[in-house]
């Protein structure tokens, strides 16, 4: 009889969705060699669900209120001791995958980070502080990892045990156009402006302007964005735009956005 304490656990996958229909089928079809393969989706309107139903994952609608939350409820939902966590836009390489199983024979550490190799404007971004990308722990014990469910976006986490780094990494496409890039700079500040919100501090334009140019220099030229031709500059544009309206948007929550008066009589 084999001793089962030699043989690799098995491993769970959780991906959340929301509108990746165009994304999906090749994040579920890159994890197949996965025990169980979770699709959290938020009530997806372009038949996301459906799409990776169909390719034998297993869907299940819940609500989105924040990103901390919906990843707890994602990791709660698991069936097993281990777990891989991948987003729609990424996908698990031939490589990170054998090694990721070549791991589980024998855990040195409860939570591991695993690089990402991100692929945007026809190349590999090298720069930007976009390699190796280490996010947060993608692969961990059911156990070890925990976010705060009051976190919007960026969520913040706490791991319980040892950590690790694996050396084989995914891939993830993050913006297939810049229509993307642009409607998740949207959503994100948005998600962002409520985070600023909670903490009942007073931010002003000028404000939202230092923030956006600063988010600009730190990625173009402190993490060398330049290197990476327009693709960097339109990433650290996006990241400046990004950050200049979560902090904008936060600072003009409260004003008054009614109509114009009728008479204008006093327009100078």
Not at 85 to 112: F, G, H, M, W
Request: aromatic share 14%; glycine share 6%.
């Amino acid at each position: 009889m084999a001793d089962q304490s030699l043989q690799t656990p098995k491993i769970s996958v959780y991906i959340i969705t929301y509108n990746e229909a165009a994304k999906i089928a090749d994040a579920v079809l890159s994890v197949k060699w996965a025990d169980e393969i979770l699709v959290l989706d938020s009530n997806s309107s372009d038949g996301t669900a459906q799409i990776a139903a169909d390719l034998g994952a297993t869907v299940r609608q819940i609500p989105f209120s924040t990103f901390g939350k919906l990843r707890n409820d994602a990791i709660a939902a698991c069936a097993h001791e281990w777990v891989f966590s991948l987003d729609a836009d990424e996908r698990c390489t031939k490589a990170a995958q054998a090694e990721i199983l070549k791991v589980l024979e024998n855990p040195q550490a409860d939570a591991y980070y695993i690089p990402r190799r991100n692929w945007f404007m026809g190349r590999w971004i090298k720069h930007c502080g976009w390699y190796p990308d280490y996010r947060q722990p993608q692969l961990f014990r059911k156990s070890a990892l925990r976010f705060d469910d009051s976190e919007e976006v960026h969520e913040s986490f706490q791991v319980r045990g040892k950590v690790g780094y694996l050396s084989k990494a995914i891939i993830q496409v993050p913006f297939q156009n810049l229509e993307q890039l642009v409607h998740k700079m949207q959503r994100y500040s948005s998600l962002g402006a409520r985070k600023l919100e909670r903490k009942r501090r007073r931010y002003g334009m000028r404000s939202a302007l230092l923030h956006g140019l600063w988010a600009f220099f730190r990625i173009y030229i402190l993490k060398r964005g330049f290197l990476d031709g327009w693709a960097g500059f339109v990433l650290a544009l996006g990241n400046f735009e990004g950050t200049f309206y979560r902090y904008a948007k936060a600072s003009t929550a409260n004003l008054n956005w009614s109509r114009p008066p009728l008479d204008h009589d006093g327009f100078q």
